[in-house]
């Protein structure tokens, strides 16, 4: 899949988190600018690309900013990433990185956060009581990781307004996550603590998120594809 006027893109995923092992897949993430031109005829052109083996995502530059200013936890890391995981920065893109924070909204981001990692929950629930095949104890700890994983970096969104993509710890979340896999139910008391957290701490994010900054980003894009 060849795909034109990338934007911005990097490493993500369990490569970003420091969680990965031998064997894991890489997982890549970034924004495109559709040709203005294009934007203006009958049939919308695709706002996603997204193929397996290599794993990939790609985002047109509209929807991107749609998906971050709802503080959609997957597609808020491609603008927080380590320095040496990024494949690809333009002008643009960098502009994107410098106004990161104008995109957070403290409402959406506890919203987002919690409920990706209660999704998380739910589906490590009835499991059964660890002796299930290995594949399904492999995914449950998966799973585990990324509640675990998601209930920290959107908290740490949350307090600071910052996203540290690297986990503290990995082994930590690597010892949660075969915890889960033989008990689903252990996870529950870290995702009580994380929501009583949100509830009590005082955050330093706005009520919402600054669209005015994405838009005037969005037009600038817009401008410098148009011919």
């Given at each position: 899949?060849?795909?034109?006027?990338?934007?911005?893109?990097?490493?993500?995923?369990?490569t970003?988190?420091?969680?990965?092992?031998e064997?894991?897949?890489?997982?890549?993430?970034g924004m495109?600018?559709?040709?203005?031109d294009?934007?203006?005829?009958?049939h919308?052109?695709?706002?996603?690309?997204?193929?397996?083996?290599p794993?990939?995502?790609?985002?047109e530059?509209?929807?991107?900013?749609?998906?971050?200013?709802?503080?959609?936890?997957?597609?808020?890391?491609?603008?927080?990433?380590?320095?040496?995981?990024?494949?690809?920065?333009?002008?643009l893109?960098?502009?994107?990185?410098?106004i990161?924070?104008?995109?957070?909204?403290a409402?959406?981001?506890r919203?987002?956060?919690?409920g990706?990692?209660?999704?998380?929950f739910?589906?490590?629930?009835?499991?059964?009581?660890?002796?299930?095949?290995?594949?399904?104890?492999?995914r449950?700890?998966?799973?585990?990781?990324?509640?675990?994983?998601?209930c920290?970096?959107?908290?740490?969104?949350?307090?600071?307004?910052?996203?540290?993509?690297r986990v503290?710890?990995?082994?930590?979340y690597h010892?949660?996550?075969?915890?889960?896999?033989?008990?689903?139910e252990?996870?529950?008391p870290?995702?009580?603590r994380?929501?009583?957290?949100?509830?009590?701490?005082?955050?330093v994010?706005?009520?919402?998120?600054?669209?005015?900054?994405?838009?005037?980003?969005?037009?600038?894009?817009?401008?410098?594809f148009?011919?």
């Open positions: 899949m060849t795909v034109q006027n990338i934007l911005l893109s990097g490493i993500v995923g369990s970003a988190y420091g969680l990965a092992h064997g894991s897949d890489i997982d890549r993430l495109f600018a559709t040709p203005t294009d934007l203006h005829g009958l919308p052109p695709k706002e996603s690309h997204v193929t397996t083996a794993d990939r995502t790609l985002h530059a509209a929807k991107w900013c749609r998906l971050a200013l709802s503080g959609n936890p997957t597609v808020m890391e491609l603008v927080w990433l380590p320095d040496e995981l990024y494949e690809t920065r333009t002008a893109g960098d502009e994107l990185i410098g990161r924070a104008t995109l957070l909204g409402g959406r981001v919203d987002a956060y919690l990706y990692a209660t999704q998380q739910k589906r490590l629930q009835g499991r059964g009581d660890g002796s299930f095949s290995a594949d399904t104890r492999k449950t700890a998966k799973h585990a990781r990324h509640l675990k994983r998601l920290h970096q959107g908290f740490e969104l949350y307090s600071t307004g910052r996203l540290t993509i503290e710890d990995p082994e930590s010892r949660f996550g075969e915890q889960v896999a033989a008990d689903s252990a996870a529950e870290l995702l009580r994380f929501e009583e957290a949100f509830a009590t701490a005082r955050t994010l706005p009520d919402e998120p600054d669209e005015r900054a994405a838009e005037a980003w969005l037009r600038r894009v817009r401008r410098h148009y011919c």
